[in-house]
């Protein structure tokens, strides 16, 4: 599976003192394939050290991290000691914060979470540790982020905060993270040597936040010019990532060069064959340069080297041919692939080429031209279809297990978590199983915090995981403590929400606050499910469940998020209820049954708006702040808001955005948006209704998307801290709840 060149990259030195420590302390596993070097520490447990003083600033000392050599057998921690001197030793850095995170979960009954964490409930001195804990990963790949990531999640953070999501992904066993951040940069230095000057350049390549869709090829240019300034600072902070990466012995997985070419490239250089991609969403589509020809190995070869002398190596690289649409014309695939793996290989011998699992990539075709042994395809699908026999499909090419929980960034709570306790385990057992890892893929992070913690945790289960059990045991450990109304809650949301189903979904409805106003509208995204996955009363129990939670565990920021969040959800599930009342009532001309769902509806919103503003993760302020902080001059940050305005609403110009169907693809319940998008929507919408009703006419249409655009082209300003009490505003959503109608 490649070479593992960065992954299990070792400090020169060994610590004498360490080796002895890990060799003579009792407990350490008889591990199979291991040998007698595998037991000498040849890292630097320092990056885990710093790592997890950041986790836990004031417990930290009490842990003496272990660095032990990884056995044939892969990645391996063990946990031990007496209280207030715990022991973890692990064949990586990462992998002993790992062993710290299992701890903290296993013996200390605390959470720290993406988001929310209960470690303020920690006892001064950390318990003992009941004999030795030992995990084993199970598979050697745990991958994390899908390539759309940075846009959904955030293009403009800073690293601050890129690393306490590396810090939380190593504590939850990831090993394997891809890194977008500045991928611009090798293209913009690389094209410079084949006909382009730089201004053509900047033009080309789009907005941060828009990057990921240029990098599959899918569209380029928007949200543009970059400046020069820009791509530097992002080059930078990308190296900065990829060096923490690899400081906690996790790969840096960088985007790999298989074709894009901005506009008239055979033109300037002789001897190059281009092909034109036509249009995805309304977008055009860059044109892709034939691999199989004479120049596309010169601009592969320049693109590696700049991507090395910025942000080091690498041994694995992610890249998708052909994505969503593409057409190979005259090319033949598999040629094509063959001669994109050997330019990978010439600059990265022995790296592993990553792909997307996802609609038909990849085909047969192209992975007829590749060395399988050096690919690993990551399934975006894994939970969302019957039926699927990934080593028919692909010919026996490794594989991890992915799921995407989540699409644009939704604020919908739920996963199809059942499918993956029964069906990871299940395909890894099989006869001539080639699944060799998990894929963590939702298209935003930063929610879902449930979701996040059980499907890492199947990398490093020898079985199968009782799903039921989970949930029970997360219920304690999430506020650090036993509750009997945390568990009634959590059992209720494991039968709602975290209860989806495989067949056609792997994410829940989204919400129709956030839709575009229609009195027949069952969805805000195109590509969202029309109805509800679950029993919305699961919801509503759950909240009234949470809302008894003992006062002495509500203080922990776990707590806090999470009861703001099951608020937001069972708040936002109503909506799917009271829209057809409103419905009936218009189409029966009930003019005072119309206006008076309509001030329920509004009422809803108003107070959806206050509760979400009441967490700093629920907030728009910080997203457009951090967009504006990246700009040189007022025009620059005019730019870079747009663009970071725009990935959440229009996503685009008229085009994309209506023909394509792209507006509100990324919609989620922030304050900010709630306030000045979605709720002024509806009540344009219901006021045209109303003027209707009155006077006997049709309603009057609306330009949604001019509305939309001036928005998203305005620079109102939002808060950047939270407001409100969580608890008390959670508890009055649940007094309307109580005082609505029942679900449908």
């Not at 940075?150 to 992904?169: K, N, T, V």
Request: hydrophobic residues 40%; charged residues 20%; contains cysteine.
């Amino acid at each position: 599976m490649g070479s593992r060149l960065i992954r299990r990259c070792r400090s020169a030195f060994v610590v004498s003192v360490l080796a002895a420590v890990a060799a003579a302390a009792p407990g350490v596993p008889s591990r199979p394939g291991a040998t007698a070097s595998a037991a000498v520490p040849a890292f630097d447990p320092g990056p885990a050290r710093a790592g997890l003083e950041r986790l836990l600033p004031a417990r930290a000392a009490q842990f003496t991290l272990v660095p032990v050599g990884e056995p044939a057998s892969g990645d391996y921690f063990s946990v031990s000691g007496e209280a207030g001197a715990i022991q973890v030793r692990g064949t990586s850095p990462a992998t002993l914060l790992t062993g710290v995170g299992w701890y903290l979960e296993r013996v200390a009954g605390v959470d720290i979470g993406w988001p929310g964490d209960s470690v303020g409930r920690l006892p001064t001195t950390l318990p003992a540790v009941p004999g030795t804990i030992t995990r084993s990963a199970a598979v050697p790949h745990r991958y994390a982020l899908n390539d759309t990531d940075e846009g959904y999640s955030g293009a403009y953070r800073d690293f601050a905060s890129y690393q306490r999501d590396i810090d939380l992904m190593a504590l939850h066993g990831v090993n394997e993270v891809f890194v977008p951040t500045g991928a611009e940069y090798p293209y913009y230095r690389a094209l410079q040597g084949f006909g382009y000057d730089a201004a053509e350049l900047r033009a080309w390549i789009p907005g941060p936040a828009h990057q990921a869709w240029w990098l599959l090829q899918n569209m380029s240019g928007f949200g543009g010019p970059v400046s020069e300034r820009l791509i530097e600072a992002r080059a930078a902070l990308g190296s900065r990532i990829a060096g923490h990466l690899r400081a906690l012995g996790m790969t840096p997985v960088l985007p790999g060069f298989f074709g894009t070419v901005p506009p008239g490239f055979a033109d300037r250089n002789p001897g190059a064959a281009t092909v034109p991609q036509g249009k995805w969403v309304g977008f055009a589509r860059p044109d892709w340069l034939d691999p199989t020809g004479p120049v596309f190995g010169e601009l592969a070869a320049a693109y590696y080297r700049a991507q090395r002398d910025r942000f080091g190596d690498s041994d694995m690289f992610k890249m998708d041919l052909l994505h969503e649409g593409g057409t190979p014309g005259p090319v033949d695939v598999t040629r094509a692939a063959e001669a994109v793996q050997r330019a990978l290989d010439a600059a990265h011998p022995g790296a592993t080429w990553v792909m997307l699992g996802w609609q038909k990539n990849p085909t047969p075709a192209l992975l007829d031209g590749v060395d399988r042994d050096r690919v690993l395809i990551v399934d975006g699908l894994s939970d969302r279809y019957e039926g699927l026999d990934r080593e028919t499909e692909w010919g026996g090419t490794p594989y991890a297990f992915g799921a995407i929980a989540n699409f644009g960034g939704h604020t919908s709570l739920g996963a199809n978590t059942g499918v993956w306790t029964e069906r990871f385990h299940g395909w890894l057992a099989k006869s001539g199983s080639a699944l060799r890892g998990i894929a963590w893929l939702p298209e935003g992070t930063g929610g879902n915090p449930a979701s996040f913690d059980l499907f890492t945790e199947l990398a490093w289960e020898p079985g199968p995981v009782d799903q039921r059990a989970w949930f029970a045991a997360y219920a304690a450990r999430r506020y650090g403590g036993a509750d009997p109304h945390a568990a009634a809650a959590w059992e209720q949301l494991r039968l709602g929400p975290y209860s989806g189903a495989s067949g056609t979904w792997s994410e829940p409805q989204d919400s129709l606050f956030t839709a575009r106003p229609s009195l027949t509208a069952s969805k805000a995204a195109r590509w969202s499910p029309a109805a509800m996955r679950y029993d919305a009363a699961t919801v509503e129990r759950a909240l009234a469940e949470l809302l008894q939670v003992a006062p002495a565990l509500r203080s922990s920021d776990a707590y806090r998020y999470d009861v703001v969040d099951v608020a937001r959800q069972a708040l936002t599930n109503r909506s799917r209820v009271l829209l057809p009342r409103v419905k009936a009532a218009y189409e029966a001309k009930d003019l005072a049954g119309f206006r008076e769902l309509v001030r329920e509806w509004s009422a809803d919103e108003e107070l959806l708006g206050r509760l979400v503003g009441s967490d700093r993760r629920l907030l728009l302020g910080p997203w457009l702040a951090d967009a504006r902080s990246w700009g040189a001059d007022a025009a620059e940050r005019d730019r870079l808001e747009y663009d970071a305005r725009s990935i959440l609403t229009t996503w685009a110009d008229r085009g994309p955005s209506e023909t394509g169907g792209l507006h509100d693809y990324a919609n989620r319940e922030w304050a900010g948006l709630v306030q000045d998008v979605y709720a002024p929507r509806w009540a344009a919408y219901f006021a045209s209704l109303d003027t209707a009703l009155v006077r006997g006419t049709a309603p009057v249409a609306v330009d949604w998307f001019a509305r939309e655009d001036a928005w998203a082209h305005g620079h109102q300003t939002y808060p950047t801290a939270p407001s409100g009490d969580p608890v008390a505003l959670a508890g009055e959503v649940g007094a309307a709840l109580a005082v609505s109608p029942p679900a449908a």
